[in-house]
């Protein structure tokens, strides 16, 4: 299973969960594929933020709206409340402040929506048993070149949430696009959130 | 005009100038090869702005030197250039009087709307006015008002133009002088803010002219030189009454003036689609002047591509052909351009 087909079940599980015609900001868009995506899907109306110039260049052939910005530095330029979805797809684990992050997405956003590779999954932790940082279709990069620097697993993501006045709404765990229901910190590749301020 | 009008005249493209530019945006005269449009790097046939494509208007805003009315043509009721009794312009009229052209022209519409510094200024002040009028509004390097900083610098300007023995009150036409004096220091200064630091840096550094120091006031560091260099060539042929009135137009464009300061109210009515392109080392202009255009547009609900280029050169990036720059621009008009379809 290739990493794009991944992403279209991620998106696919995100534009089930998104009210037609709703307000949707992408932190770390990319192309601007799931924008494109909802906005054919569920009539969205979205902004992306991206930092990259190939990024920003894919949005505008895409059709996308999109916004340069370093989402680290925060959201200072979007007002409280005014988007119903933050989205940030496959970014949690590559961000230097999560805390903040999150914080941000539910300050501009009635809901969040994350999704990120689950640390969990059985072939990372054997990896680990092994005594080697994971390498996998998910996890595709070496430890010493890797924008991936909170990792985490589906039970952190979680107690996370329960200490930082997050309330989980929705959640799906996935492997090679299927939904994965069965020990999910460990069979599942993949984790979707959906949630709001506690 | 570049390119053709298509049946329906629903591909044309209207590009405002900024401070010291004209109509002629790009290629050449067959008289005189050497003198290239203003934006011939990025407009014409196979370039970002496809004359292939797009029918490309230039204009001269109203008060210029290049063509259009302005303080040195006649004035009919005294048959003596109009020099002070030109009145002050602003962008919105400038704006009206574009507009006064396309009804003309027979072009209900714009496909899009593009300019660069002042010329972002009236084409975000198109998306105000004639909102119905215009499709996409491409704005680089703009601001949404000037700053203190950005008039205190066009008021040492000016002062350096009305303080010249040969201004005369603005009526040195018929005096026979101009006051090319005061207004070689007034190129000089909005020379310097069009430039970055480190853009000056490294093209001039402290670098002598002659090699070693004179200890006189004459010119010594290559920076000197170049700016007189720039300054006397810029007096040689831009008339002074039109950099005042420029540089008040200027001064004065605030859309958000009217709705407390409130730049979202200012373009509630604005529906066209947006390119904002600021960059990095603007500093007359900073990326944080566009990020407002960008918030108020957010604010309604518009569309917005908003791209932060990283680039040495300062404002004058703008003008200048840089690939990232440039793809975003031919990107945005492909698709401009498969939704006219011509």
Redesign the interface.
């Given at each position: 299973m290739n990493t794009r087909a991944m992403e279209r079940a991620d998106f696919r599980a995100i534009a089930h969960w998104i009210k037609p015609a709703a307000?949707v900001l992408d932190l770390g868009c990319g192309d601007g594929t799931l924008l494109r995506y909802l906005a054919d899907e569920r009539e969205s109306?979205g902004?992306g933020v991206e930092i990259d110039?190939d990024g920003?260049?894919a949005?505008?052939?895409n059709?996308?709206?999109?916004?340069?910005?370093d989402l680290e530095r925060g959201l200072s330029?979007?007002?409280d409340g005014?988007f119903d979805y933050v989205i940030l797809s496959q970014t949690l684990q590559a961000v230097r402040s999560s805390e903040r992050v999150v914080r941000e997405m539910l300050r501009v956003g009635r809901e969040g929506v994350v999704t990120f590779p689950n640390f969990g999954y059985w072939p990372n932790r054997l990896q680990v048993m092994r005594g080697k940082m994971p390498l996998s279709d998910n996890l595709p990069y070496a430890w010493f070149d890797t924008p991936n620097i909170h990792l985490c697993t589906i039970t952190d993501f979680e107690n996370f949430c329960r200490t930082h006045g997050v309330r989980i709404l929705e959640r799906i765990v996935m492997r090679d696009g299927k939904k994965v229901s069965v020990l999910p910190n460990v069979l599942g590749s993949l984790a979707v959130y959906r949630f709001e301020r506690a | 005009m570049y390119g053709a009008l298509n049946a329906d005249k629903s591909n044309a493209v209207l590009v405002c100038h900024a401070l010291n530019a004209s109509h002629h945006v790009a290629g050449y005269y067959a008289d005189d090869r050497q003198n290239i449009g203003w934006w011939d790097n990025l407009i014409g046939p196979g370039k970002p702005l496809d004359t292939n494509r797009f029918c490309v208007i230039g204009v001269n805003n109203l008060g210029g030197c290049f063509g259009s009315t302005g303080p040195s043509s006649i004035n009919p009721a005294t048959r003596k250039p109009w020099g002070a009794d030109f009145p002050v312009v602003t962008v919105e009229d400038w704006v009206t009087t574009q507009a006064r052209l396309a009804d003309q022209l027979g072009i209900q519409r714009f496909a899009a709307i593009i300019g660069g510094s002042l010329g972002a200024m009236q084409a975000l002040s198109w998306t105000i006015q004639f909102p119905e009028r215009i499709g996409h509004a491409i704005v680089i390097a703009c601001a949404p008002n000037l700053s203190a900083q950005n008039i205190a610098f066009n008021e040492v300007a000016r002062l350096a133009i009305i303080t010249d023995p040969d201004f005369h009150a603005g009526h040195y036409y018929e005096h026979g002088v101009r006051p090319t004096r005061g207004l070689r220091v007034a190129r000089m200064v909005g020379h310097i803010t069009y430039l970055s630091d480190d853009e000056m840096a490294s093209k001039f550094g402290r670098q002598l002219r002659y090699g070693k120091l004179g200890y006189t006031f004459g010119v010594e560091f290559e920076i000197e030189s170049y700016l007189r260099h720039q300054a006397e060539k810029f007096s040689g042929y831009f008339d002074a009454n039109t950099y005042l009135r420029i540089t008040k137009a200027l001064d004065y464009f605030d859309p958000a003036a009217d709705h407390g300061g409130n730049l979202s109210l200012a373009l509630e009515p604005a529906t066209a689609s947006f390119?904002v392109i600021s960059f990095t080392t603007d500093w007359r202009f900073s990326p944080e002047r566009s990020?407002e255009i960008?918030?108020a547009l957010?604010?309604n609900?518009r569309?917005?591509?908003?791209?932060?280029?990283?680039a040495p050169h300062g404002h004058d990036a703008f003008l200048l052909d840089d690939p990232?720059y440039h793809?975003?621009i031919a990107?945005?008009f492909?698709?401009i351009a498969n939704r006219v379809v011509t």
């Open positions: 307000r109306i902004y110039d920003i260049l949005c505008v052939n059709g996308v709206n999109v916004i340069q910005g330029g979007f007002a005014s | 390119l990020r960008v918030k957010l604010d609900r569309d917005v591509a908003y791209a932060e280029i990283e990232r793809r975003l990107a945005y492909a698709r």
